[in-house]
């Protein structure tokens, strides 16, 4: 059974730090690309960052060096660290996972709120 488990969002004032975890279970994430998305009210979802299997990383543009995505196959978890964070950075954050050989195999978590705001 797939089994996507994401925690770390919540509220944190302008200026602080989140730190999100998925954990994945039900197949191995070795060779999937794995990564966050984001969706804020009245918007489409759009791509935060990813993270190939073979540690290839992609920001979207409005991270602008604040955000850090990793990966731990071993324990099957990806990761995203945000800094100095923005009120424009408030949205539910999904984690998905992406199989570039099989492309119709890709996953997506629960959702996390992460509401940025003083």
């Known amino acids: 059974q797939l089994q996507f488990v994401e925690s770390g969002g919540g509220l944190v004032q302008p200026g602080g730090s989140l730190n999100l975890s998925c954990i994945v279970s039900?197949?191995?994430?070795?060779?999937?690309?794995v990564g966050w998305f984001r969706q804020a009210p009245g918007k489409e979802r759009e791509l935060v960052a990813t993270?190939?299997?073979?540690?290839?990383?992609n920001y979207a543009d409005f991270v602008k060096g604040r955000f850090t995505i990793s990966r731990d196959n071993a324990e099957n978890m990806m990761f995203l660290q945000m800094d100095s964070l923005e009120p424009e950075d408030t949205a539910v954050y999904y984690c998905?996972?992406?199989?570039?050989?099989?492309?119709?195999?890709?996953?997506w978590g629960q959702g996390t709120q992460v509401t940025v705001s003083s």
């Open positions: 993270i190939t299997g073979s540690s290839g990383i």
């Open positions: 039900g197949f191995a994430l070795n060779y999937y690309r």
């Open positions: 998905n996972a992406f199989n570039p050989v099989y492309r119709d195999r890709q996953y």
